[in-house]
């Protein structure tokens, strides 16, 4: 599985975004696709994952309410919506998959995308 980042940027706070990661090769059928966001100076942390062949979405706290992670069906895309950013959510963020089980430690996720840079800044 290869993944690609798209989305990130600039945005105001209060703003929102929206990140996509696609399956460059490979399906994500069959995996655990998760968000991490890593903030300056801070460890990679995930904060949002879906289950990609049941649908079954997860959230950190931080973001319940705010983030949302959806699937297109077609199983290559797995977007984040984020709305009313802060500035504590900026960071890098990547994509990440893993095997069946698969939950909020970055070391069950073997496949990686490259990140994308999201700053919420005035």
């Known amino acids: 599985l290869q993944l690609v980042e798209s989305g990130g940027g600039l945005v105001e706070p209060g703003g929102s975004l929206r990140l996509s990661c696609t399956a460059s090769?490979?399906?994500?059928?069959?995996?655990?696709i998760a968000w991490f966001r890593q903030a300056p100076g801070k460890e990679r942390e995930a904060i949002s994952l879906?289950?990609?062949?049941?649908?079954?979405?997860y959230y950190r706290d931080s973001v319940r309410g705010r983030f949302t992670i959806s699937n297109d069906g077609a199983e290559d895309t797995v977007d984040l919506q984020m709305d009313s950013l802060t500035p504590e959510d900026t960071g890098v963020y990547y994509c990440a998959g893993g095997p069946w089980g698969s939950s909020w430690n970055a070391k069950q996720y073997p496949f990686w995308g490259q990140g994308t840079q999201v700053t919420v800044s005035t």
């Open positions: 090769r490979g399906s994500m059928h069959d995996y655990v």
């Open positions: 879906i289950i990609v062949r049941e649908g079954g979405t």
